[in-house]
């Protein structure tokens, strides 16, 4: 059973940085999509990043654009999301996605694709 896990949330000020990680057990790291999506209560499930399977493809969410990075270890089964520049509005529950796919170069910006989450990590922004 494919589990994802994440860790790095906290509280911060604004205009700090921040990474999150996200450690995939039960499955080859190597075979998914990944994706990292964010979540406030009484708010949808905002997209905020996705990498294929290989890391050389990534797109982002236009609210972080320029700000957050999103990268991968494949050797390590670990997913990342470097966070810059954080601002009051990226206070959110984040979580972390996968699928598997067989094509290395595809990701996805849909939630409704993925198969795997984990349970969250809060991050708080101070203003």
């Known amino acids: 059973q494919v589990q994802l896990v994440e860790s790095g949330g906290g509280l911060v000020q604004a205009g700090d940085s921040l990474t999150l990680s996200c450690t995939v057990s039960g499955g080859t790291f190597g075979d998914y999509a990944a994706g990292w999506f964010r979540q406030t209560p009484g708010d949808e499930r905002e997209f905020v990043a996705a990498?294929?399977?290989?890391?050389?493809?990534?797109d982002y969410g236009n609210s972080v654009k320029g700000r957050f990075t999103i990268s991968r270890d494949n050797a390590k089964n670990t997913l990342f999301l470097r966070m810059t520049s954080l601002k009051p509005e990226d206070t959110a529950v984040y979580h972390c996605a996968a699928r598997s796919d067989p094509s290395v170069f595809i990701f996805y910006t849909d939630g409704k694709r993925y198969h795997y989450w984990g349970q969250g990590t809060q991050v708080t922004v101070s203003s």
């Open positions: 990498i294929s399977r290989i890391g050389g493809i990534t």
